[in-house]
């Protein structure tokens, strides 16, 4: 729905694709900094840490990706209006 909205005005989607690119690279930056930053749990061995470092990347990956989608979409309805 949220989506479908932004498909319909390209000026609203282009900040929404930003905040998304925005978001992924701080979580690239957090799954960077994971080993120095998670807390050491007595009973989380490095499994879990790894599990959770990849997540963050994986999370960081979807938005970033979503956010160029979006971003081109709208740039390309944008010229597409424009002519």
């Known amino acids: 729905?949220?989506?479908?909205k932004l498909q319909e005005s390209p000026e609203k989607a282009i900040p929404a694709a930003m905040a998304l690119i925005v978001v992924?690279?701080?979580l690239i930056t957090i799954g960077v900094t994971w080993p120095r930053i998670s807390p050491p749990l007595p009973h989380l061995g490095t499994d879990w840490n790894d599990f959770f470092r990849g997540a963050v990347f994986g999370l960081a990956i979807v938005l970033g990706?979503?956010?160029?989608?979006?971003a081109a979409k709208a740039a390309a309805a944008k010229k597409h209006n424009a002519q």
């Not at 729905?1 to 479908?4: A, G, H, P, Q």
């Not at 990706?65 to 979006?70: D, F, I, R, S």
């Open 1 to 4: 729905m949220i989506l479908r």
């Open 24 to 26: 992924g690279l701080s």
């Open 65 to 70: 990706t979503a956010g160029v989608a979006l």
